[in-house]
């Protein structure tokens, strides 16, 4: 059973491009306006299902699955390499079926953000479609990265090494399975925990883990280590929530999305934080929106 449990009746199935998936619609009664959320590189959409129950007082929701992420096929399946461009691509197909001329909110979280910028720079057409553009915790470059540089490189080349066919099949048949997950999990959460709240958030690393396709995760991974989104200038204001995060500056974030957005209104939130399985119910997920993010989303959806 899934950490967060999400209504079967909110679930569609989805074949698009010949890669099936699902998607989460989370219609609001009497409004017609939408919010579509992006998520992060590893998630699902039960991950976020806390996050999109608090999105929900504002506007209907809308969290599609990506190629390999989230239970959906991988872009292997259609014998195409993942890449920030082919998930920009595939999303501005989403969006011009789903939406047609429809105008929306839209927010990424993390890698969801940085799929959104490349798509946006893509096809700059689908602007006109975006009433209010928000980022959590999203990014721009691969400067942004608080890395030394052996972590650096031993990052990069370890990706690279594993996403090969062959040696990301041997690393996905050692360590895609639970009990290796549960472990290194049970390793990675601080002691003051306490057990109870522990298990709960091992059980969510555990599930975010095996819903995607491990070679896809390795594969992003080491081209955002050398990515960068600041070439193509967007003409659109965006709202960046900053979080506490060990492994992003967010001086260079800002700087960064100022040198693509036309603005960037930075607002931090002090309580958030890159671990999103803070994310498990409505009331957790509400330290993602700062008073002033809920104010511009209901401004939008007005």
């Known amino acids: 059973m899934s950490v967060n449990k999400v209504p079967a009746k909110y679930l569609v199935s989805i074949n698009m491009n010949g890669l099936e998936g699902r998607m989460l619609r989370y219609p609001l009664n009497n409004s017609s306006n939408d919010i579509l959320f ?13 996050l999109a ?9 809308t969290i599609p699955d990506l190629p390999g992420i989230g239970g959906m096929d991988s872009f292997y ?12 691509d595939y999303l501005a197909t989403f969006i011009k079926m789903r939406y047609k001329h429809k105008k929306f909110v839209c927010i990424g979280a ?14 700059p057409d689908l602007k006109r479609n975006i009433k209010l553009l928000v980022s959590f915790g999203g990014f721009a470059d691969h400067d942004d990265f608080v890395l030394s540089k052996r972590q650096y490189f031993l990052s990069l080349y370890a990706t690279a090494l594993f996403s090969r066919r062959l040696p990301s099949f041997i690393l996905k048949f050692i360590v895609s399975r639970e009990v290796v997950w549960r472990r290194i999990s049970s390793r990675s959460l601080p002691g003051s925990i306490p057990s109870k709240e522990k298990q709960k958030l091992i059980d969510v690393e555990v599930e975010r883990w095996l819903s995607g396709d491990l070679r896809t995760y390795l594969v992003i991974s080491n081209e955002l280590a050398w ?3 600041c070439k193509v200038p967007i003409e659109l204001d965006v709202w960046h ?13 800002l700087r960064h999305m100022n040198q693509v957005f036309a603005n960037c209104h930075y607002l931090s939130s002090s309580k ?3 671990n999103y399985s803070l994310l498990r119910s409505k009331k957790s997920a509400a330290v993602f929106l700062p008073t002033n993010i809920k104010r511009q989303i209901k401004l939008a959806c007005d």
């Open 110 to 123: 993390g890698f969801g953000f940085v799929v959104i910028t490349r798509m946006l720079q893509k096809h």
């Open 38 to 50: 992006v998520g992060d590189l590893r998630s699902n959409i039960e991950y976020w299902w806390g």
């Open 53 to 61: 129950r608090a999105l929900h007082d504002f506007a209907t929701v």
């Open 77 to 88: 399946h259609i014998n195409v390499r993942p890449s920030i461009n082919n998930y920009a």
């Open 227 to 229: 990515f960068t989104n």
């Open 272 to 274: 958030a934080t890159n």
């Open 241 to 253: 929530v900053g979080l506490r995060s060990s492994y992003l500056n967010w001086r260079r974030v």
